[in-house]
C-alpha cells in the first residue's frame, strides 16, 4: 500500500509553527495514509464516498471493481450506467462517473497533464465535471496527486479540528486562512494530523 511521504523537513516546519500541533505530532507519531496515484480512480472512488459511510463507499467499490476488472476511464466508458448504479449507488452518482469517463476519453480532460498544472488549475480543470467539486479535487490532489500544501476549509474535520486544537468557539474563512499561512507550504501533512487528532477525539 502506497502512504503519503513526508519527513523531518515537513515535521519540523509544522513544529516550529504551531506549538499546539506540535503536541500533537509526538504524541500521534508518523502517520500512515493511503494514497492513490491513478488519478481517474481517485476521481471515481471520491465520487462513490460522497455522503456516505466509509463501509458502504467500500462495499460498492469493491463490486465496481468485480464488475469492470480495473478501474479505467475505458473500462468504465464501455459500461452502461445501469449497470454502474446497480454496483449500489445512486444513478446520479452512476451518471457522474460515466460523464467522468467520457471526458478523459474523449481528451475533454487531460489527465495525464494534471502533473503539470498548480494546485488552482488542477480545481479548475476538474470542478468543470459535473459532481467533482473543490473538497473533492483537494482530496484527489493531497492523496492522489500527493500536493504539499492543502489544507482544505470545505472540510468540515479539518475545522473542527483546528477549533479543538486552538479551544475557538468559531472559525471564519479568513481566519482559517490564517491557519493555512501558518502551516504552508505543508499544509497536507497538517491536514493529516489534524484528521488524526479529531477522529481520536471522536472515538473517546
Request: charged share 25%; aromatic share 8%.
Amino acid at each position: 500500500m502506497l502512504t503519503f511521504e513526508y519527513g523531518d523537513i515537513e515535521i519540523n516546519h509544522l513544529k516550529s509553527r504551531d506549538k499546539l500541533l506540535g503536541k500533537v505530532i509526538d504524541e500521534m507519531g508518523s502517520l500512515k495514509y493511503r494514497v492513490r496515484p491513478d488519478i481517474f480512480e481517485a476521481i471515481v472512488h471520491n465520487i462513490i464516498g460522497q455522503q456516505i459511510s466509509d463501509k458502504s463507499a467500500a462495499t460498492v467499490w469493491g463490486k465496481l471493481q468485480t464488475m469492470v476488472e480495473e478501474v479505467t476511464a475505458e473500462n468504465i466508458f464501455k459500461t452502461s450506467v445501469e449497470d454502474i448504479q446497480k454496483c449500489g449507488m445512486s444513478m446520479r452518482k452512476a451518471g457522474y462517473i460515466k460523464g467522468v469517463s467520457s471526458a478523459v476519453v474523449s481528451k475533454e480532460i487531460d489527465i495525464d497533464n494534471l502533473g503539470s498544472l498548480s494546485d488552482e488549475e488542477v480545481i479548475k480543470v476538474l470542478t468543470s465535471l459535473n459532481g467533482v467539486g473543490i473538497w473533492t479535487v483537494e482530496m484527489i490532489l493531497l492523496f492522489s496527486m500527493q500536493r504539499p500544501n492543502v489544507l482544505s476549509y470545505g472540510d468540515l474535520v479539518i475545522r473542527k479540528a483546528i477549533m479543538n486544537l486552538h479551544n475557538l468557539e468559531n472559525l471564519s474563512k479568513k481566519d482559517f486562512e490564517e491557519y493555512k499561512e501558518l502551516y504552508s507550504p505543508y499544509c497536507s501533512v497538517a491536514s493529516l494530523y489534524l484528521w488524526s487528532m479529531q477522529t481520536s477525539l471522536r472515538k473517546n
